[in-house]
């Protein structure tokens, strides 16, 4: 460590908030919802921020929607909704709440924005990016329809209104399958563009007839795990019941028990409490899950996104006291980008997509740009 960051470090302790007897009063009772998890002396450093920033939503008429990617002391001390980005999405489009404070990435402050326009949504970090968001811009999906005329385009939330704008309907990896079906059946094309996540247009080609053409964005996160990976964790943990997230590759899937959303893994966990069970996706979801699952075992291999992590406490509180950094999108483009993820929401889908790669998960074609 430098002298440098020896100041540094000095600066930010200093600059830390104090832990109090009136903070205990206001932390105590959420303390108890992760008191299994975070020791004591941490605690006694989140608190105080824990304590502004609640303080801080009632003046402000704010609300956190914290995504299950965020560390416990966010998704259980301040979040006032927690989820996936689809159930994010809903809350944000139903809150009273002048005020959001997204506890997520850009992509899904800019969704809260799109369905919200009158509300101000601020994001904490701007720097909070995606790397499957980061992959694809509006002009990339205007050369694929060119290329496939004729062909609906059904894009993963998990994209800039940019492209949202010029797409016919958004999904996310609880409803892929069916929204790939529905988009085919009312277009009349035996073809649909699924973009950009290639390994969820591949584990949704698994599961159906209609052909896939995809862009070869991934998830840096989840496209790290191999199939290796879950038969060691088989060997070192035997009788262990795998969820795997579909960012994942197809093969990963094909070894898994089973295949879903975050909210999917989540909901297989409380209904069917496994003695051991292991969450193939982002770090902070098994810990979330393993606080509300006090009596199933968890093994952690995980992989940490570096996204979702650039939100933390003190950035929360700095947001909430400067109104930072506020999520801004041209007219235009919000309207168009709206009409694509409403189309989602306004949909009856009785059930959550299921990933069993019962054929092979062959996709038509896998776009990319021209270098
Ligand atoms: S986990 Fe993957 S998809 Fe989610 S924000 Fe991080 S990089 Fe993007």
Redesign the pocket.
């Known amino acids: 460590m430098t002298v440098l960051d020896l100041e540094k470090a000095r600066a930010k302790k200093a600059a830390a908030l104090p832990y109090t007897d009136e903070v205990a009063a206001k932390t105590d009772h959420l303390y108890k919802r992760v008191e299994t998890l975070i020791p004591p002396p941490e605690w006694r450093l989140h608190a105080p921020y824990i304590a502004a920033i609640n303080d801080l939503k009632k003046k402000k008429n704010a609300v956190i929607l914290a995504h299950n990617?965020m560390t416990p002391e966010i998704y259980f001390g301040v979040g006032d909704f927690a989820g996936d980005s689809l159930q994010l999405a809903k809350m944000a489009a139903e809150t009273d709440a002048g005020v959001i404070v997204q506890a997520g990435?850009h992509f899904m402050a800019e969704t809260s924005k799109i369905l919200c326009p009158d509300k101000t949504v601020l994001i904490p970090d701007m720097d909070a990016?995606?790397?499957?968001?980061s992959s694809i811009t509006g002009a990339d999906v205007r050369l694929m329809k060119e290329k496939y005329p004729g062909a609906p385009v059904v894009t993963y939330v998990?994209t800039s209104a940019d492209v949202k704008a010029e797409t016919d309907i958004c999904c996310t990896s609880s409803n892929a399958v069916e929204i790939v079906e529905w988009a085919a059946a009312e277009w009349k094309s035996d073809t649909v563009i699924l973009i950009p996540d290639q390994y969820l247009a591949r584990n949704v080609a698994a599961m159906t007839d209609v052909k896939i053409v995809t862009w070869a964005g991934a998830?840096?996160?989840?496209e790290r795990f191999t199939a290796d990976d879950i038969k060691e964790l088989r060997e070192g943990n035997p009788g262990v019941i795998v969820l795997a997230h579909p960012?994942c590759p197809p093969d990963v899937l094909a070894e898994a028990d089973f295949a879903g959303s975050t909210s999917g893994m989540s909901n297989f966990v409380k209904k069917h409490q496994p003695d051991n069970v292991v969450l193939i996706t982002?770090c902070s979801m098994s810990d979330n899950v393993a606080l509300e699952n006090p009596k199933v075992n968890f093994v952690r291999p995980c992989n940490l996104?570096?996204?979702?992590k650039k939100i933390t406490l003190p950035k929360i509180l700095k947001s909430l006291q400067s109104m930072q950094h506020e999520i801004l999108i041209d007219p235009a483009i919000s309207e168009r980008a709206r009409g694509a993820i409403e189309r989602m929401i306004a949909l009856p889908l009785t059930r959550q997509s299921m990933y069993t790669h019962a054929k092979a998960p062959q996709v038509m074609a896998v776009e990319a740009r021209a270098m």
Do not use: T
């Open positions: 990617y990435v990016g995606c790397s499957l968001a998990n998830c840096e996160v989840h960012e982002e996104c570096p996204y979702m």
